[in-house]
């Protein structure tokens, strides 16, 4: 048994919360800086060249790389050989969030739904445990912002709509969200598993490396195919024209109930924000 | 690309009219926040009859909620939020003599309708480029509804800030437009 202390966490936590959001992941940068050169439209161009000034200014004048600070989602792999000392993980991690958003500058975006009064420190997270081997804790941090959060979906799709179904729905979804969610867009996918194993997975698919090539042929064939034909909605970056809509789609799939075929797709904005750290 | 278009504020009918969709701008004067819950508090002083927290007449909203700004900042991160949600209440602001509104993403057919009979445009900033866009904005000030916290309406002035006229009131719609010219022949759409 390893012992780790809550205030550790609470650490951990509340750093990753500030890097998220001013210093925009390389892989990001790169992908910007690739769209720019092959890019046809004029405006899409531009706009390709001011994220990446954007970036820049954040990182360097420490300025959040966008107002909206985000959702604060958490996946933790909690080794089943740690034992947490001196409180709660939930409230270790909301502590962090509360520490992070405060002390960093960040927006406070959380709201009741029904009153819409702000709980004034970003908290609660939502928090996605897994418990694994070892004696350590993975938590990978993501800044979710509403507004490609909002183009969102999830269907239940019949077996028999099969692959075809699936991707007249992804990209279905791209083409109605347009210039909603800031793209260029990074879209998840989840296939399979129940109603909400499905939209996990969709999140989950978000955080992979951009650059990262399916291990599954079929999965691979399928992100490539999606990214095609996304991208061939014309909507480019901001929905204001152009062949870069999309930078790149990644899919999970799990096994799932012979009567369902569950959908889910989760699209993120060009603030493209995680981090990740293991205590 | 064409330079973009100076527009110094308030902007006058007249200006208004020669603005088309696709034109890039650099706005200069002063102009109000406001995202949804302030919308909704606008609207219902409206319904109340009450008096709004800043005249409406001939004034640009920004859809925008900023980041708390550092000590010995002017504001924040502050890039505009997403437009469609603020199309229920749009309308009865142009009505009351709105001219303009800075956001990112498409509009309602009543909304695009509203701005055609009152003579108002709506404008994109670039979405999420929030610390670049920041850096326009030379004075902010909260002016009412301070308890929404980042939803509170600021005054702010800003200096060449940059947009893209989206709507005009001639029927333009540069997202419609746009897309149309880079949009390829797919089975699924």
Known sequence: ???????????????????????????????????????????????????????????????????????????????????????LLTDAINEGVRQGYKEGYLRNSICDPFTRKNTGDNTPAIIHLDLVEGDKIKIVFDAKGGGSENMSRVTMLKPSDGIEGIKRFVIQRCLEAGGNPCPPIVVGVGIGGTFETAAILAKKALLKPLEQENEEP????????????????????????????????????HPCHIASLPVAVNIDCHAHRHKETIL | ?????????????????????????????????????????????????????????????????????????????????????????????????????????????????????????????TGGAAALLSKRIKSAEVIAYEELGPEAIRKLEVEKFPAIVINDIHGGDLYESARSKYALKSDYF
């Open chain 1, 1 to 87: 048994m390893r012992t780790i202390k809550a205030s550790e966490i609470t650490e951990a936590v509340k750093k990753l919360c500030i890097e998220a959001a001013y210093f925009l992941n390389q892989e990001m940068m790169t992908a910007f800086k690739k769209a720019q050169e092959s890019e046809e439209s004029p405006i899409s161009k531009a706009i390709f060249g001011e994220l990446i000034e954007n970036a820049e200014i954040a990182k360097t004048e420490m300025i959040p790389y966008c107002q909206d600070t985000g959702f604060a989602v958490f996946f933790i792999e909690l080794g089943q050989g740690v034992r947490i000392e001196d409180g």
């Open chain 1, 218 to 253: 079929v999965l691979a064939q399928l992100e490539q195919d999606l990214l095609t034909e996304i991208n061939k909605t014309g909507h480019g970056a901001q929905g204001l024209g152009g062949r870069n809509f999309c930078l790149s789609v990644k899919v999970i799939r």
């Open chain 2, 1 to 125: 690309m064409i330079e973009p278009k100076i527009l110094t504020l308030p902007l006058t009918d007249e200006v208004i009219a020669k603005l088309r969709a696709g034109d890039r701008v650099l706005i200069t004067g002063t102009i109000y926040t406001a995202r949804d819950a302030a919308h909704a508090r606008l609207v219902k002083a409206l319904d109340a009859g009450q008096d709004l927290p800043f005249p409406l007449q001939g004034q640009i909203i920004y859809f925008v909620g900023p980041t708390p700004a550092r000590p010995g900042q002017i504001i924040g991160a502050a890039g505009p939020t997403t437009s469609y949600r603020m199309d229920a209440y749009s309308p009865r602001l142009l009505e009351k003599g709105l001219k303009g509104m800075i956001g990112k993403g498409p509009r309602s057919q009543s909304v695009k309708d509203a701005m055609v009979k009152h003579k108002a445009v709506y404008l994109a900033a």
